[in-house]
């Protein structure tokens, strides 16, 4: 069965710290995708990356960077100096590969990570 | 341009009231989706529609009933409401929703409150 684990319920930082966000999968496909969304506290889900299993490189954007190891089913999220705007609710997901039935395309959430980030 | 609207962004119903949730997107996605989201839990998912057609549906009770009167258009009709079923209602959009590769865009949410 699939899954997604995000262990951290809350962090709270300073601002300019690093913050890392973890994020564990399991699926017994060899194709699938995976995703982090920003919900900040107006509700809104707020796509941030797309990553297919196929590739293993390392992402950055700015200050953020994603860290994807099969090898630990892992998909790690960090924000390098944090700022209050970071301030949100980040969730995992995860997604199988067409496979005919009426799954596709759905998106397993993890529980979220609630970042508190502080002037 | 990946922007999804609802409509309202609050609403207040009784639990004999009709209302609907609207939602709208122009990024030319063939899939929309309605998700409700409660207080510090993930979304969890409720109906996909793709091409205008029905193709999943979470055993959402009855009192919720999907529309998609076009490609672009997705409503959420709601009946009889309990207020456990008070929440943030999100709309998203993909492209195909046959692919697990689409990316699903959100919108802002209706927050939903039932007295």
């Known amino acids: 069965a699939q899954k997604v684990t995000q262990a951290q319920t809350e962090i709270s930082v300073v601002e300019k710290e690093d913050v890392t966000l973890d994020c564990v999968y399991e699926?017994?496909?060899?194709?699938?995708?995976l995703f982090w969304y920003k919900q900040p506290p107006s509700g809104e889900l707020v796509f941030l990356i797309r990553?297919?299993?196929?590739?293993?490189q390392n992402e950055i954007s700015g200050r953020y960077s994603w860290n994807f190891q099969k090898s630990t089913s892992s998909f790690n999220f960090t924000i390098t100096a944090s700022q209050v705007v970071d301030s949100a609710v980040y969730f995992c997901?995860?997604?199988?590969?067409?496979?005919?039935?009426?799954?596709?395309?759905?998106?397993?959430f993890g529980q979220g990570t609630t970042l508190q980030v502080k002037p | 341009d990946t922007e999804v609207t609802q409509t309202p962004k609050h609403l207040v119903m009784g639990m004999t009231n009709k209302k609907s949730l609207k939602c709208e997107q122009h990024?030319?996605?063939?899939?929309m989706y309605w998700y409700k989201q409660k207080a510090k839990k993930p979304p969890e998912l409720m109906f996909v529609?793709?091409?205008?057609?029905?193709?999943i549906n979470e055993s959402v009770p009855s009192r919720f009933s999907p529309e998609c009167p076009n490609s672009s258009l997705l409503n959420l009709h709601l009946h009889a409401l309990q207020p456990e079923d008070s929440a943030l209602y999100l709309c998203?959009?993909?492209?195909?929703?046959?692919?697990?590769?689409?990316?699903?865009?959100f919108g802002p949410g209706t927050r939903l409150t039932v007295l």
């Open positions: 998203a959009s993909s492209l195909s929703g046959t692919s697990g590769s689409d990316t699903q865009y």
């Open positions: 699926t017994r496909d060899t194709t699938y995708y």
């Open positions: 990553r297919n299993s196929f590739d293993e």
């Open positions: 997901a995860l997604s199988e590969a067409f496979d005919g039935s009426s799954n596709t395309g759905k998106l397993i």
């Open positions: 990024m030319g996605h063939r899939a």
């Open positions: 529609y793709s091409y205008e057609k029905l193709s």
